[in-house]
């Protein structure tokens, strides 16, 4: 292609699009890359310096995640029997004897069960809510708007002391549905506002229509008004879902055995027998994988452009 | 059988009134058109007959029970709207199925798959019902929120301005396709136009609307013939009558202000000295443009005529209505 165009990039700006769009990636990727390479590095080699790009990989890190092991003397270990599995092995090259189960197993479990509950409600609630701020005459609306995102004004854990005194009253203290609660009232604010955005721009005229046509008025909410907030729905549950997950300081505060998730979890791996940094990179990087798995999922509701259109400007 | 009542029905959205005191009762299988500026209360008296606002004051009564608080479903009306809201998740063919699906009618499948293909038929869009809503151009869009609305055999249709965005033919193929529905169901129509063709041709009666009132409601000849104030005149007919000092023509009744001519009642022949501005032909009939006293009025000559511009002639008032200095009608 040849000429000017004022559409068209040229080759130029092509190029340097390009380029910049590399750096960023690797810029953000680099972190991440770290953490994943040295999730397979044994002990040594995760502290080595300079850093080895290449190496030798080792399930090492993964092995002590799970397992809750013991050192052993050499010459113990030539009493035992051969190790049975594969994972019995990696231990005993590394010195030591597994015992039984980690507990991070239980903790990723309570961080889904929390995380995608709290989700759950945060847009159930938020739906709701924004709905009726969008389409009802609310007594005071706008003054309970500004009450709703005020309470994102200051750090949450500004008042994590009330908070910590109030569940303990309410025997919610290290529960998940504790943790599930705290985490949909905080998400509450965000929810609300951005879902209000998107179903203001959902014209009324199709729940009129949906009215003519025989349906009721929630109804007309569950056929016409929900499917055409997907994107906004979507794109909230992640923002909600990402809050949830990798909250920690309430996670510290409010939780010990029972409902802790993983984010208060993970660094006290560090302390099992010396300093396990591969375990550690391990446990991160499976903490990564629900959050992508759930993005990629709404990935393509995120595209929008399904609300512009049918009614007559 | 629907017969359709409304009792002084106010209605005010802030300072505006929309509706103020409109009392109509449309009889069973009439073809009501509302005419009216915008802001004349149009819309929104099909809005009151569909429940989707409520009155102020008054009453709507549907076969003579009162509807006022009943929801639009319970009022079992299908409506037609001016921006066609068709549901843009939606394909064509699901948004022509969404009130055969609703949970009043529950409709069987089969039955769904034969009422779409018949109303899509009619409606000239067959070769669209697997298109999304969004994918089609204005008129196609409105053919679809038509066909939303006769999916349904009901008594009470309601339709603002449904042929608006339609090319020549299809409106015309389309008035006399929604005429013919409304008579073999029987139904009760109130439709919103602006076009002086399916006013006079469709409508069994016109109410005509001014900022908020009903002025007038009767049958198209009649308000035609016999309109009460030169607001009602000017609604119909096209070209518009021709509002002109009482003065100007001699035997001007007393009290009379204005005259008002529709085109066809100029005699041509004798009476006042004219001059002629411009001539128009369409074909059919010619257009005059003429000027008197410094007074703009247009009237129609056969279509081979040889007049031209700047020629004179003498023209009477035939069958004259006269207004008085608030515009209302004296004879």
Known sequence: ?????????????????????????????????????????????????????????????????????????????????????????????????????????????????????????????????????????????????????????????????????????????????????????????????????????????????????????????????????????????????????????????????????????????????????????????????????????????????ITFGAVRK | MAEVSLQNISRRYGDQVALDDVTMTVPDGAFVVLLGPTGAGKTTTLRMVSGLDKPDVGKVLINGEDVSRHTPAQRNVAMVFQQYSLYPHLSVRQNLAFPLKSPMLRTPEDEITRKVAEVAETLQISHKLDNKATELSGGEMQRVSIGRALVRDLQIYLMDEPLSSLDAKLRSDLRIVLKRIQTSLGATMLYVTHDQIEAMTMATHVGVLDHGKLVQFGPPREIYQNPVSIYAASRLGSPKINILPADVFPAAPGGAHSIGLRPEHIGIGEGAETRVVRVEHLGDQTRLHLSLNGHDLITLTDPHSPLAKGDTLRISPQSPLYFDANGDRIT
């Open chain 1, 1 to 305: 292609m040849s000429g000017f165009s004022v559409t068209e990039p040229s080759r130029r700006q092509k190029w340097i699009a390009g380029v910049l769009v590399i750096t960023y990636a690797l810029v953000t990727i680099m972190p991440l890359l770290w953490i994943i390479a040295t999730g397979f590095k044994s002990p040594e080699d995760a502290i080595s310096y300079p850093p080895k790009v290449v190496f030798q990989p080792s399930l090492e890190g993964y092995v002590n995640l799970f397992s809750s092991r013991t050192r052993i003397t050499e010459s113990m270990q030539e009493t035992l029997q051969p190790a049975e599995t594969w994972y019995d092995q990696v231990a005993r090259d590394s010195g030591t004897v597994i015992v039984g189960a980690s507990r991070y197993g239980q903790r990723f479990l309570n961080s889904v069960v929390i995380g995608f509950g709290s989700t759950f409600l945060a847009i159930v609630f938020g739906t709701t809510a924004a709905y009726a701020f969008s389409r009802f005459k609310v007594p005071l609306k706008d003054d309970l708007l500004f009450f709703i995102l005020s309470t994102r004004m200051m750090p949450p854990i500004a008042v994590a002391i009330p908070i910590f005194l109030m569940f303990r009253q309410l025997g919610l203290n290290d529960t998940k549905l504790g943790m599930i609660l705290l985490y949909t009232a905080v998400n509450l604010s965000l929810s609300v506002w951005l879902l209000k955005g998107f179903i203001d721009e959902i014209p009324f005229e199709y729940e009129e229509a949906a009215l003519i046509d025989g349906y009721t008025r929630f109804q007309a909410f569950y056929k016409v008004v929900l499917p055409q907030a997907a994107t906004g729905i979507a794109s909230t549950a992640i923002f909600c879902l990402i809050f949830a997950w990798n909250e920690y300081a309430f996670a510290v505060l409010l939780t010990s055995g029972n409902a802790q998730t993983a984010p208060p979890f993970i660094p006290t791996i560090i302390g099992v027998g010396g300093q396990d940094w591969p375990a550690v990179a391990a446990g991160a990087t499976i903490f990564l994988i629900p959050v992508m798995i759930f993005t990629i999922l709404l990935r393509k509701h995120l595209l929008r452009g």
